[in-house]
């Protein structure tokens, strides 16, 4: 943003609500999430490159304890951003940050974004980034879940869903769904958001058979009087799925 606007965070936890201010600062649209030590993650999801020395510093990690609140370079067209249980940050780009805009990739560097995902450390330092030759690529990472120590996705083109280990092993499961933007799962579940034009009541249920595909069947989405969820964001976070209404919170959770 051209001028700095001042942050609040809501945090609800067990009933309660804890209320966080934060220092006045020019992030749009931010992504937040929270660090096991109670900092807090910011970062707007777009970055412009202007020149060798003059980039936009689109990530801010803030201590709410002590004040201070650091600058660190995501890069451009974050789709999403978690944090797992060891403190790192993981982060999911669209096309625009793989294949470059805003400068970036012409006449600029690279992409930060360029392999669809990039695992940072909580100091915004780059220590892994999805293999080129890891098989299905990255054209646009649709859908992000960190749980625990480890992370999943679902991209586009493949739609397969890929899971990322701890230690960043990779394993991969076929799926025929195509566009979904959320998911969550269990061992034995995955809770996909609609498809490709799909109302957005819609969604689907997947098992895992014995080939490594997921099987899936259509269901509903439904708001605690029993109308279809209406519009609005969906975010997968282990085995739960939250639709962020205009005035609450709710979650859906998979067994």
């Not at 096309?95 to 450390?121: K, M, R, T």
């Amino acid at each position: 943003m051209d001028g700095l606007k001042r942050f609040r965070l809501l945090r609800e936890s067990s009933g309660s609500i804890q209320s966080i201010d934060l220092p006045p600062l020019d992030i749009a649209f931010p992504k937040v999430d929270m660090f096991p030590d109670g900092r807090l993650l910011l970062a707007g999801t777009r970055c412009n490159w202007r020149g060798t020395t003059d980039y936009d510093l689109n990530g801010v990690v803030f201590d709410p304890h002590t004040g201070q609140a650091d600058r660190v370079l995501f890069g451009d067209s974050i789709s999403d951003l978690q944090i797992d249980d060891r403190g790192r940050i993981w982060v999911g780009y669209f096309d625009e940050g793989i294949f470059g805009n805003y400068g970036w990739g012409h006449p600029g560097p690279a992409p930060v974004g360029q392999a669809g995902l990039v695992c940072f450390s909580g100091l915004g330092e780059k220590i892994w980034e999805f293999p080129n030759d890891a098989g299905p690529t990255i054209y646009d990472c649709y859908a992000l879940n960190v749980s625990g120590a480890e992370a999943v996705i679902f991209a586009y083109p493949h739609f397969q869903i890929c899971g990322i280990g701890a230690d960043f092993q990779l394993t991969s499961k076929r799926t025929k769904l195509r566009g979904c933007q959320a998911f969550a799962m269990s061992e034995a579940e995955i809770l996909f958001s609609g498809q490709y034009d799909d109302q957005a009541d819609v969604a689907y249920i997947g098992r895992l058979d014995r080939d490594g595909i997921i099987l899936v069947r259509r269901a509903r989405l439904l708001m605690p009087d029993g109308s279809g969820r209406p519009s609005g964001r969906l975010q997968g976070r282990g085995r739960h799925l939250y639709h962020f209404g205009e005035n609450a919170v709710y979650r859906a959770t998979v067994d």
